[in-house]
């Protein structure tokens, strides 16, 4: 982020620190994931305003009112695998860290099979191994 700050300038949100705003994410999933990092530092100093609209609306469509943090967390890692997206992880992540069993999340991974295919549940079987592995070095 080094070369970040000399080539694009300094992180320039002064509605929020950037140390709050990976607040959120530590709290979510444990640690502030590296392209977050990134949006943080590059777009914090080239476009805040943009980065703080981001924020706001992420905070606000991942967390409605009728939806409780590990319902929302389960169908974001369902449907981030949908896609096979990496981001799935930090979902599922945040979906155990919320109270999720490895009963749900098998749940979640057998719905994307459904409508996905084979590729859902072998990446799916991945993630899960994944976060087990994760959690165990959590632990350590």
């Known amino acids: 982020m080094k070369t970040v700050a000399k080539e694009m300038g300094s992180y320039a949100d002064e509605s929020q620190s950037i ?44 967390y409605p009112g009728c939806f409780d943090v590990k319902t929302a967390q389960l169908m974001l890692f369902g449907m981030l695998l949908m896609d096979l997206s990496d981001a799935a992880v930090l979902h599922g992540i945040a979906a155990r860290k919320a109270g999720a069993s490895w009963e749900e999340m098998q749940a979640v991974v057998s719905l994307c099979f459904l409508f996905r295919g084979l590729s859902a549940a072998n990446r799916g079987a991945e993630v899960l191994a994944n976060i087990c592995a994760h959690e165990e070095e959590e632990k350590a």
């Open 19 to 62: 140390e709050n705003r990976a607040e959120f994410y530590k709290d979510l999933v444990g640690f502030l994931p590296p392209r977050i990092e990134a949006r943080f530092h590059v777009t914090g100093a080239l476009d805040p305003e943009i980065l703080r609209l981001q924020e706001e609306m992420r905070a606000h469509a991942m």
